[in-house]
């Protein structure tokens, strides 16, 4: 049975906000938490009435912690501990629970659950739905979702909430918390984000050596379209050429760190959450 009773905690903030909106006139009786004089003043443009902790906290089924992950630690101890016995708290990225930011309660259950974001083959037949990058307004996405302790029935409940603040979700992938965190920020932060910006000074470096920049970004996003449809199966029987793939092994000989592959190993992994919470 769906839980009803919501509290969003960070309501008014850069992720918050969006939580926001998708939960206003949802199926959920959400109440809103906020501090920040800015963010407070963002909700009121929007017509979102804060609550009091002191009555929203032990009164809801489900407590949403929307604030970055360096006051997670904080705030869950100071919210955990007003819970209802059977209560569960919903966590926005793996980072708090790997990293023992969440208080232990064993009458509690804990939920992980993020995006995966639109895929760069994603098409959608509206424009504006089309360019949602971020996905949870127009655009369909996947998402991850984790039960750190609890039952089959609160990992339902979970994924029913992520449903709904990410929506249109075409599939909720089930994962473990471990993998949860070689997916963020092992993979898609520490190792995609890195290469990208490499990518972007890439260009700004042949833009400083003379090529005008529109024609150094078109070629470039061009490129770049084609490699990842070989690389991830959306041209079947497509591949790179012979003067491609020596370009790649040279490249690999001379930009990349041959012990790459250590930033997935479990230490690795605690010590890039320990760095960002």
């Not at 990349?256 to 997935?264: A, G, S, T, V």
Request: one cysteine or more.
């Amino acid at each position: 049975m769906m839980r009803r009773k919501i509290t969003l905690v960070g309501a008014g903030g850069k992720m918050g906000g969006r939580l926001t909106e998708r939960l206003k006139g949802s199926a959920y009786d959400v109440s809103y938490l906020e501090v920040h004089p800015a963010a407070l003043a963002r909700l009121k443009e929007k017509g979102v009435t804060v609550s009091d902790p002191e009555s929203a906290v032990p009164q809801c089924d489900i407590l949403v912690l929307a604030v970055p992950d360096v006051v997670i630690a904080k705030v869950a101890a100071e919210y955990v501990p007003r819970l209802r016995a059977g209560a569960m708290v919903v966590v926005l990225d793996p980072a708090a629970p790997l990293a023992g930011a969440l208080p232990p309660r064993e009458d509690v259950a804990y939920f992980a659950t993020h995006p995966s974001h639109p895929s760069v083959f994603n098409w959608e037949p509206e424009r504006d739905a089309h360019f949602d990058f971020f996905g949870g307004n127009k655009a369909r996405q996947t998402i991850v979702c984790a039960l750190v302790q609890g039952t089959d029935a609160d990992y339902a409940d979970g994924e029913a909430l992520a449903r709904t603040i990410y929506a249109p979700v075409t599939v909720a992938h089930r994962i473990t918390l471990d993998q949860m965190g070689l997916l963020e920020p092992a993979l898609s932060e520490t190792f995609t984000a890195s290469l990208v910006t490499l990518m972007k000074e890439a260009v700004d470096l042949v833009v400083e050596k003379g090529v005008p920049r529109e024609a150094a970004t078109d070629f470039f996003l061009g490129h770049l379209n084609i490699e990842l449809a070989l690389l991830f199966g959306q041209l079947p029987g497509g591949q790179f050429s012979d003067g491609a793939l020596k370009a790649i092994e040279y490249g690999r000989r001379s930009i990349i760190n041959q012990d790459w592959k250590q930033l997935f190993e479990p230490a690795s992994v605690m010590t890039q959450i320990r760095a960002i919470t």
